[in-house]
């Protein structure tokens, strides 16, 4: 038994070693015999603690048209509490119809009978309940917009509410924060509740915030799909008169982190012909994101990028379940020769069978993973461990573990026919998410994350981050950057 051991710190040791620097420093050993001893563990979910670093938002362009503020906020819970059932059960250990609770122990999901919701409104938060007139429910948010009395919603933490499933934020909010719009609806201080998802608006883009604790990104993609097309069906019930006034801007919630972001469509005209196919690969993206990684860090002798993670879903490659499963994060980087890259195809190589290993459950995250779900410790701290809110002393293991970028692309080609969408193409997706290394004074560099979302046929990609991509100057220019780094066919 402890040649076995032995045998495979070593491996995980030389898995470590084959993606980063590692020097002398006797933490990887402890870390990779650590992951041996936990080589057989059952794995369960531990990568979001319900933590405000693990938001995410998918935004979808809208038609530039007038709508009453307060039908179209009843419009879109609605459309939600219907996208919500028509989904559940269909995304594997991804329960929909809960909201969140965050204890001393980790967060949890509690059930949720999806009949109250909040509404924010400038610095206030309000609940009601779907289950009564809705047309009398958007008159009496323009009643509280205009600072009257309401009638049928109570501020946000009266009694006679359950916790909201959802929070929908009327007015324009800024897009730096806007992967948070469901926070303003939570209550409690230190560990808190609410619920795990937004609806909200950020300039022309219609906002679905979630809580990744909660939902993936496939998910959530698809679950942007179904509100996107349902809320027009909904709105047109409400809004046969309109309440003649605006709502002031929302306020920030607590805990929310700016990200610079830039975002542009994809389609077969969009980047260079030279390029094949249209819409990039996880793998072309990680050769040019690991290039432009090795540049920001300014250590032009350094024989490998700092590492970024790809998003993989667990299963055989045919396994039509596959991609609506959590997803397990291969760990991966471009080495460097003198400051030259290695080849792509040899980076394609080695990488794809990183990700067949980790789909496989054989690979360095998963095993990783395993040693720290199988860790005598509370969930909570395990989460943090693992998750982008991570104590100072794990630095080191979380520069190379959590990577200094992600790229991941999300193929939303399912059949939406079947779900009585109304829309049959996807629409374009702006599709946020926090990096896993966040600027910190002792350590500003930061990290960035890149996501397509398309449908085989069309789509749209987005680069976010903080740290080195500065502002939404800086994230456009390293999206340009992106683009023409991917390798030619």
């Known amino acids: 038994m402890i040649g076995r051991w032995a045998r495979r710190t070593a491996e995980l040791h030389g898995e470590l070693r084959a993606i980063a620097e590692l020097g002398g420093d006797p933490r990887w050993w402890l870390l990779a015999g650590g992951a041996a001893f936990a080589w057989d563990s059952p794995t369960t979910y531990v990568m979001s603690d319900a933590e405000p670093s693990a938001d995410t938002f998918i935004g979808h362009v809208e038609p530039n048209r007038p709508r009453d503020p307060f039908a179209d906020a009843v419009a879109r ?129 219609a906002v679905v915030s979630t809580c990744h604790m909660i939902i993936d990104g496939f998910g959530h993609a698809w679950l942007a799909e179904e509100i996107r097309g349902r809320v027009d069906a909904f709105y047109a019930r409400l809004a046969d008169l309109s309440r003649g006034i605006g709502s002031p801007p929302p306020t920030i919630p607590a805990g929310a982190v700016p990200l610079a972001i830039a975002w542009r469509a994809l389609d077969a005209h969009s980047i260079r012909p030279t390029l094949a196919p249209a819409i990039p690969s996880a793998l072309p993206l990680g050769f040019a994101l690991g290039r ?64 067949r290993r980790e789909a496989a459950g054989e690979g360095l995250s998963a095993h990783l993973l395993a040693a720290a779900q199988a860790a005598p410790a509370p969930l909570a701290w395990k989460r943090r461990a693992v998750g982008a809110s991570r104590p100072g002393w794990l630095d080191a293991i979380a520069t190379l573990v959590g990577g200094r970028g992600c790229v991941s692309r999300i193929k939303l080609d399912i059949d939406m026919s079947a779900l009585s969408i109304a829309s049959r193409a996807i629409a374009p997706a702006c599709a946020v998410s926090s990096p896993g290394r966040l600027p910190t004074a002792t350590d500003p560099l930061g990290g960035c994350v890149v996501t397509i979302v398309d449908d085989g046929r069309a789509g749209a990609i987005t680069l976010c981050g903080a740290g080195f991509v500065d502002g939404d100057a800086r994230a456009a220019s390293l999206l340009d950057a992106l683009l023409d780094a991917l390798p030619r066919t």
Do not use: K
């Not at 009257?148 to 946000?156: D, I, K, Q, S, T």
């Not at 300014?298 to 024989?303: K, N, Q, S």
């Not at 970024?308 to 397990?328: K, L, M, N, T, Y």
């Open 292 to 355: 432009l990684l090795h540049r920001a860090a300014g250590r032009p002798d350094a024989a490998f990028s700092p590492t970024f993670q790809i998003p993989v879903a667990p299963g055989a490659h045919g396994d039509p379940e596959r991609r609506r499963r959590r997803v397990v994060p291969a760990i991966a980087s471009v080495r460097f020769d003198r400051g030259e890259p290695e080849p792509f195809a040899v980076f394609e190589r080695r990488t794809r069978e990183l990700l």
């Open 77 to 205: 819970a609605l459309a939600a509490r219907a996208a919500i059932r028509v989904l559940g059960g269909r995304l594997p250990a991804q329960p929909l119809a809960v909201t969140v609770r965050r204890t001393l122990a980790g967060a949890i999901a509690e059930p949720s009978a999806l009949d109250t919701v909040a509404f924010a409104i400038g610095d206030r938060a309000f609940a009601a309940t779907l289950d009564g007139d809705h047309r009398a429910l958007a008159d009496d948010l323009a009643r509280v917009a205009r600072g009257r009395e309401p009638h049928l919603v109570r501020a946000l933490g009266s009694p006679g509410h359950a916790t909201p499933f959802l929070c929908v934020t009327i007015g324009d909010e800024p897009l730096a924060t806007a992967r948070h719009g469901h926070r303003r609806a939570w209550l409690g201080n230190g560990t808190g509740y609410g619920p795990w998802l937004g609806l909200s608006h950020a300039g022309d883009l």
